[in-house]
């Protein structure tokens, strides 16, 4: 297993630096004891960056993870077991802003029109949701972001706790995909956007729904059996 260095709390997943030994190599990719790079999963794409030794640098271009290991992908092999990791901090910030608006976008479809979210993918410039059973009309986009951007301004804080699997499938049961999760864990990691939404998560999220900036809904499309799909794009908090 790696330790997950921004699992803890909104405020570890501003971390943008650590360092970390490397406790397995492959032919093109290392494992690390401890990590702050996000494996791709949950519609996050992976983190990208570099790690650094006494001597060299290794760009770290893809990251996966598979039974808790996390592995990085690397264009070089780094020549020493102690590594500096620097998370390209752009790409990270973009998903972070991306992940949280999904979060409050998915807490608030379902507070008013009862629609679970059965799927999403996010990137740096833009992210969809698909959300089911659903028919939106274009007075309901308007509403889902005008409800959107009033959590922004009121500025919700964003936080991350651990709690009890029972706990989290009594209250939330319903709307979340909890049964997904191997029965095995008993213990979820759990992202609470205020009082606006309250789902299990492995993700790395803002500190506070401001930071998010303005959600714009570029479009909805139906992807059948009463699945709409919305796309959105975010404006920065300054423009
Ligand atoms: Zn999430």
Same mark, same amino acid.
């Given at each position: 297993?790696?330790?997950?260095?921004?699992?803890?709390?909104?405020?570890?997943?501003?971390?943008?630096?650590?360092?970390?030994?490397? @406790?397995?190599?492959?032919?093109?990719?290392?494992?690390?004891?401890?990590?702050?790079?996000?494996?791709?999963?949950?519609?996050?794409?992976?983190?990208?960056?570099?790690?650094?030794?006494?001597?060299?640098?290794?760009?770290?271009?893809?990251?996966?993870?598979?039974?808790? @290991?996390?592995?990085?992908?690397?264009?070089?092999?780094?020549? !020493?077991?102690?590594?500096?990791?620097? @998370?390209?901090?752009?790409?990270?910030?973009?998903?972070?802003?991306?992940?949280?608006?999904?979060?409050?976008?998915?807490?608030?479809?379902?507070?008013?029109?009862?629609?679970?979210?059965?799927?999403?993918?996010?990137?740096?410039?833009?992210?969809?949701?698909?959300?089911?059973?659903?028919?939106?009309?274009?007075?309901?986009?308007?509403?889902?972001?005008?409800?959107?951007?009033?959590?922004?301004?009121?500025?919700?804080?964003?936080?991350?706790?651990?709690?009890?699997?029972?706990?989290?499938?009594?209250?939330?049961?319903?709307?979340?995909?909890?049964?997904?999760?191997?029965?095995?864990?008993?213990?979820?990691?759990?992202?609470? @956007?205020?009082?606006?939404?309250?789902?299990?998560?492995?993700?790395?999220?803002? !500190?506070?729904?401001?930071?998010?900036?303005?959600?714009?809904?570029?479009?909805?499309?139906?992807?059948?059996?009463?699945?709409?799909?919305?796309?959105?794009?975010?404006?920065?908090?300054?423009?």
């Amino acid at each position: 297993m790696t330790e997950i260095l921004y699992f803890p709390s909104a405020d570890a997943c501003y971390l943008r630096e650590f360092d970390g030994r490397i @406790v397995e190599r492959g032919p093109d990719h290392v494992v690390l004891d401890r990590t702050l790079f996000y494996a791709e999963g949950g519609g996050q794409p992976w983190d990208t960056g570099v790690l650094r030794w006494d001597g060299g640098e290794a760009k770290v271009h893809k990251v996966t993870k598979e039974k808790g @290991v996390v592995k990085h992908y690397v264009d070089r092999m780094p020549e !020493r077991d102690e590594v500096h990791g620097i @998370v390209d901090w752009g790409r990270r910030y973009a998903h972070m802003r991306y992940h949280t608006s999904q979060h409050l976008m998915s807490g608030v479809v379902w507070k008013i029109y009862g629609a679970r979210t059965v799927g999403n993918q996010l990137y740096t410039d833009r992210a969809r949701v698909d959300f089911q059973p659903a028919n939106f009309t274009p007075e309901d986009l308007k509403r889902i972001e005008d409800e959107c951007n009033r959590a922004i301004a009121e500025a919700l804080p964003v936080t991350i706790s651990e709690e009890d699997r029972v706990k989290i499938e009594n209250e939330i049961g319903d709307r979340s995909l909890v049964d997904l999760i191997p029965k095995h864990i008993t213990r979820l990691r759990v992202v609470k @956007v205020g009082d606006r939404d309250y789902t299990p998560c492995g993700g790395t999220h803002l !500190r506070t729904a401001s930071e998010i900036g303005r959600v714009r809904i570029l479009e909805r499309r139906s992807k059948g059996k009463e699945t709409d799909r919305i796309t959105y794009v975010l404006e920065s908090p300054q423009e």
